[in-house]
Every structure is written in structure tokens, then in C-alpha cells.
């Protein structure tokens, strides 16, 4: 999806045209590939992160992109995470992974990222801490701040279609349609979404975990952490009755669903998307 223009990059990119045209000053995101141990959380605080090489792709298409990290946000998102009790530190050694570069790159075309922090997610992968992560950094929402999470709907790696992409680099070939289990959670998942708002994401959200397909569309619990911490930042009783939208997607590898999920922005009014002051976003 890096290389390859799809309807979520499409959406990504508007939503930082939106971004850029609403004021907003930085970015606070979580990924699915940076885990931390036992109960600890990290926050990104290297002012020159490398970036870790994304595989089947061309480094022309992400190495020369300013990832313009934000240190001194880093010191807030911790300062928050650590008074509410989290065992949180910050990582001056981080190196940025594609999972939250690529979507950067979208929303950025310039070539440059809004000023932004990586938080990790805990590899106990229990739904309620995170949850609470995105509850406690909700107030970011109304200082000019996004909080986004990179993560996938359907990511089963055991269950894709590789023969495609290794043999000749095209990861959105689709020689027969996905599996039924893939467009059932996939739809699931959406059906959460826009089917709840406040308090109830954050129980739909948690509750997917115990789908009777979750495991077949969820391999690993990692790329499933950041979707309950976007809940918990849009969980609030003042989110309940806020219309969240199902903006697009694409399937990858057969079986691997890109879904892009937020508030009011897949909304379109007189033509164009909306994107509100304390939006949410999920990927």
C-alpha cells in the first residue's frame, strides 16, 4: 500500500489537505508494529528516527520524506500517560516503521509530516489498557491535535496470498475474491463503527475481540491494539450520538482488508469531506 495509489491512500491524503486547512498542529499516532514488554508503554522522542526498510518496496518512495518528529509533544504525551498511571518512558533510539510513515506519506504529498509522536502498544494486548490510553490523550483532540491509529481491520498474514507480491510486487492482485471469514469480520468491524458512538464503541470495540472470527482475522492481536485506542479517544459520553463513517477501503494479499474508519470526515457536504476540530481516525 505504500507504493500503490488505493482508495484509503486517496482519503488519507484528503484528510491531510483537511488537516492542514483546519489548523491542525500535530499529530499524536499509534501503529502496530512497535510493542513494548510487560506493562510499559513508550513514547518516540528520536529527533532524527531512521526508517526501518519496508519490504517488496523501493526506498525512492518513502526514504526522502521528512518525518518532522515532535519532541517536546513527546514530553506531553508522556507527562499525561504517566499521571494517570501508565508505566510510560520516552525512546530517544526509536526507529520509525512503515506502519506509521506510510500513512504520513499519504496524508503529507509535500513530502513533509506535520509535527507527530509515535506511541507504542503493549504486547499483553489486553483491550481495556488501551482503551484507557486513548481516553487519557482525548483532550489532545481539542488542542489542535489528531490522534490516528495505523493498524488493519482483517491481517492475518497466515491466511494472504503471497505468490502475487513475490513474484511480481503487486500486493492488490486479486485472483478470486477474499474468503468468506475475511469479508464477514471485515464488515463487522465496520458495522462497530458506525453503528456506535461514545461509550458504546468502547464496548463494541473490546467485545470484537471476542468474535467468533476474530482469530481467523486477527493472526496476532498487535494490529488490532490501535482501533480500541482510537475508541477510548472517541469513547466519551460527549462523543455518544457523533456519527462515525466507514470512509474506504481495499483488499491486499486476498484476505487483508484496509479499512479507513473516522468521524463526520467521511461525511460529505457540498461536495467535499469535513473534517472536524477533535476528529478520530483509524486505519
Not at 481495499?250 to 484496509?258: D, G, H, I, K, S
Request: hydrophobic share 40%; glycine share 8%.
Amino acid at each position: 500500500m505504500l507504493a500503490q495509489r488505493s482508495a484509503p491512500a486517496a482519503y488519507w491524503e484528503e484528510v491531510g489537505r483537511q488537516a492542514l486547512k483546519q489548523g491542525v498542529e500535530r499529530i499524536v499516532i499509534m501503529g502496530a508494529h512497535w510493542e513494548t514488554l510487560d506493562g510499559t508503554i513508550r513514547v518516540s522522542a528520536n529527533p532524527k528516527p531512521p526508517k526501518q526498510p519496508v519490504a517488496w518496496v523501493h526506498p525512492r518512495e518513502y526514504a526522502d520524506f521528512d518525518l518532522n518528529p515532535d519532541v517536546e509533544l513527546a514530553e506531553t504525551v508522556t507527562s499525561m500517560l504517566s499521571d494517570a498511571g501508565f508505566d510510560v518512558s520516552m525512546d530517544s533510539d526509536f526507529e520509525q516503521i512503515h506502519d506509521t510513515f506510510m500513512i504520513l506519506k499519504w496524508m503529507f504529498p509535500g513530502g513533509k509530516s506535520l509535527p507527530h509522536v509515535v506511541v507504542s502498544h503493549n504486547a499483553r494486548f489486553d483491550p481495556h489498557f488501551h482503551l484507557r490510553m486513548g481516553a487519557v490523550l482525548r483532550p489532545l483532540r481539542y488542542q489542535k491535535c489528531l490522534l490516528l491509529g495505523s493498524g488493519g481491520a482483517v491481517h492475518n498474514l497466515y491466511r494472504n496470498a503471497w505468490v502475487q507480491v513475490v513474484y511480481f510486487r503487486d500486493s492488490y492482485a486479486q485472483t478470486r475474491p477474499p474468503e468468506q471469514w475475511a469479508v464477514d469480520f471485515g464488515e463487522a468491524f465496520s458495522n462497530v463503527v458506525t453503528q456506535n458512538s461514545g461509550p458504546s464503541l468502547k464496548r463494541a470495540m473490546a467485545r470484537l475481540m471476542t468474535h467468533p472470527q476474530y482469530r481467523d482475522a486477527q493472526g496476532t492481536d498487535d494490529h488490532f491494539m490501535s482501533a480500541c485506542f482510537i475508541a477510548g479517544a472517541a469513547g466519551d459520553l460527549d462523543d455518544a450520538g457523533k456519527p462515525n463513517y466507514a470512509g474506504a477501503e481495499n483488499w491486499e494479499l486476498l484476505n487483508m482488508r484496509n479499512t479507513v474508519t473516522s468521524p463526520e470526515i467521511g461525511h460529505k457536504k457540498h461536495g467535499k469531506l469535513r473534517l472536524p476540530e477533535d476528529a478520530w481516525l483509524m486505519f
